[in-house]
């Protein structure tokens, strides 16, 4: 008997940029804060993401002003880039380090056209802990659901708008 598959939580948004500069801006960990709400990035500001980069997010009421809060350490598997030109969906993969998240996510870019891209997060993600992975992981992704939708609507928001690069 094979193991279950991981519970996935999905969302995606179709964004007025090319597939090359979508993938560059949201698959970089230093930039989500403007998207997540009442979160931080810890890690070095000088590294772009890469396979092996580690990087640190932290949430919370005062996650923002330097305060404790939810942390999800995190360590990029997997990013490649997506080309519109030879229809190649770009993908940036990261392993949950803990301490309360692990799993996987995950960001893949799809071409549309010259003009327009698809962004889909997803989340393959569980709390640690002794409760059953499967139940846990379907009872967080309630709040992951939400949390992505949330982030690619404010990404998308800020593109659609000539945002900040």
Request: glycine share 10%.
């Amino acid at each position: 008997m094979s193991p279950r598959p991981p519970h996935r939580v999905e969302v995606s948004r179709l964004v007025p940029l090319d597939a090359e500069t979508a993938f560059a801006r949201v698959t970089d960990p230093r930039l989500h804060p403007r998207w997540i709400p009442l979160t931080r990035f810890e890690g070095d500001p000088t590294v772009a993401p890469a396979p092996g980069v580690a990087f640190t997010m932290v949430s919370g009421p005062g996650a923002r002003r330097g305060r404790d809060g939810f942390v999800d350490r995190m360590t990029t598997l997997e990013h490649l880039a997506p080309s519109t030109e030879d229809a190649v969906v770009g993908r940036n993969v990261v392993r949950k380090d803990g301490p309360a998240l692990l799993g996987t996510a995950g960001l893949d870019v799809v071409p549309v056209d010259e003009h327009r891209s698809r962004v889909v997060w997803w989340e393959e993600a569980y709390l640690a802990g002794p409760w059953p992975r499967r139940l846990n992981a379907a009872a967080v992704g309630v709040f992951l659901r939400g949390m992505l939708a949330l982030a690619l609507w404010r990404f998308g928001r800020e593109v659609s708008r000539g945002g900040r690069r």
